[in-house]
Nanobody, 110 residues
Framework: VQLQASGGGLVQPGGSLRLSCAAS????????MGWYRQAPGKQRDFVAR???????NYANSVRGRFTVSRDNAKKTVYLQMNSLKPEDTAVYYC?????WGQGTLVTVSS
């Protein structure tokens, strides 16, 4: 099983990024798929999750700015991040039950 995350990078405050995470070796259609993040020196925190039925939930800190979506045919979960803030700087990890991706670094700085 592999979860390959991509799309991170350096962006200015107020900018946008779209993260992707493609799963292989596992069927994800019936699974929730989610994103977590870990800032330097801090614990890994929940960001967003999308259920197999398309329902979604978000951390309070990102609600209204981030949108999670999925494409079951591509076994891929996305995280559209808008109005980025310096405090969004972290390594972002995708997750399906029992498995973690390798992380992609998002840096928000001017």
């Amino acid at each position: 099983v592999q979860l390959q995350a991509s799309g991170g990078g350096l962006v200015q405050p107020g900018g946008s990024l779209r993260l992707s995470c493609a799963a292989s070796g596992i069927g994800v259609t019936a699974m929730p798929m989610g994103w977590y993040r870990q800032a330097p020196g801090k614990q890994r925190d929940f960001v967003a999750r999308i259920g197999s039925d398309g329902s979604s939930n978000y951390a309070n800190s990102v609600r209204g700015r981030f949108t999670v979506s999925r494409d079951n045919a591509k076994k891929t979960v996305y995280l559209q991040m808008n109005s980025l803030k310096p405090e969004d700087t972290a390594v972002y990890y995708c997750n399906v039950p029992g498995f973690w991706g390798q992380g992609t670094l998002v840096t928000v700085s001017s």
